[in-house]
């Protein structure tokens, strides 16, 4: 084992550790919430991290198509963003996270507090 | 792998990963989705880049350093459409700055 082998050792294993703690930090953020954006945010930095844990296990194993893997993990990520995005801004304060009806209130009006974590008037 | 390009990759390794912790501590700690947002888009970027570069250098074939670039120019490209579409959504579904985030010293001034 060369000089060359041992730091490349040592920097994938420092990669493998910090990225898993990374994730969970991320995944936290998506748990907590407290708007459905806080955790779209957090869904498109998973995929980021993701990403990277993809290229560094790429190169500990050598199997180079992980990249293409990576590639295409990377498009969808960005396809889910902007459709999380779009279902955001036309469902503005409508929907709540997690349920499928809207909940309203006595006279028929949109309760306004559900996606956004805003009181309603 | 010789020295003089174990060193370069190492780097960029460990500076991914750095990258990638500092943008998830900043996705958990920053106080709302717009400061949150910031530290994704950019930070987030550039973590999976530096990976994806230095795999491509480690493997020293030019067909996968050249995927991997063309891969990080693909996440250069799309990271702030993507943020843009999420800060515009949710600024139009009514999600609030933080009072942090906001500064205003002519109001401080004012008598509430």
Redesign the interface.
């Given at each position: 084992m060369t000089a060359g082998d041992v730091i490349l050792h040592w920097a994938t294993m420092f990669a493998l550790v910090a990225l898993p703690v990374a994730f969970v930090m991320t995944v936290l953020r998506a748990v907590l919430g407290p708007t459905l954006a806080d955790r779209v945010v957090a869904l498109d930095m998973l995929v980021a991290i993701a990403i990277g844990f993809i290229a560094v296990i790429a190169l500990k194993t050598g199997y180079h198509l992980y990249i293409d893997i990576a590639i295409a993990l990377g498009l969808v990520g960005f396809l889910a963003t902007v459709a999380f995005a779009r279902f955001i801004q036309t469902t503005a304060g409508k929907v709540k996270a997690g349920t499928p009806k809207p909940s309203v209130t006595k006279k028929g009006k949109i309760n306004r507090k559900t996606v956004t974590g805003r009181k309603g008037k | 792998?010789?020295?003089?390009?174990?060193?370069p990759?190492?780097?960029l390794?460990?500076g991914?990963?750095?990258f990638?912790?500092i943008?998830?501590?900043g996705?958990?700690r920053l106080p709302d989705?717009y400061t949150?947002?910031h530290a994704?888009?950019k930070a987030?970027?550039v973590?999976?880049g530096?990976?994806?570069l230095?795999?491509?250098l480690?493997?020293q074939?030019p067909a996968?350093l050249v995927?991997?670039v063309?891969?990080f120019i693909?996440?250069i490209l799309?990271a702030p459409?993507?943020a843009h579409?999420?800060a515009?959504?949710?600024h139009?579904?009514?999600?609030?700055l933080d009072k942090v985030s906001t500064r205003d010293d002519y109001r401080r001034d004012q008598v509430d």
């Open positions: - | 792998m010789t020295l003089w390009f174990a060193i990759v190492s780097l390794l460990v991914g990963s750095l990638a912790l943008a998830a501590l996705v958990l989705v949150r947002m994704a888009s987030g970027t973590a999976s530096l990976l994806l230095a795999t491509g480690g493997s074939e996968i995927r991997a063309a891969g693909f996440f799309t459409v993507s579409l999420l515009r959504a949710a139009l579904a009514g999600v609030r």
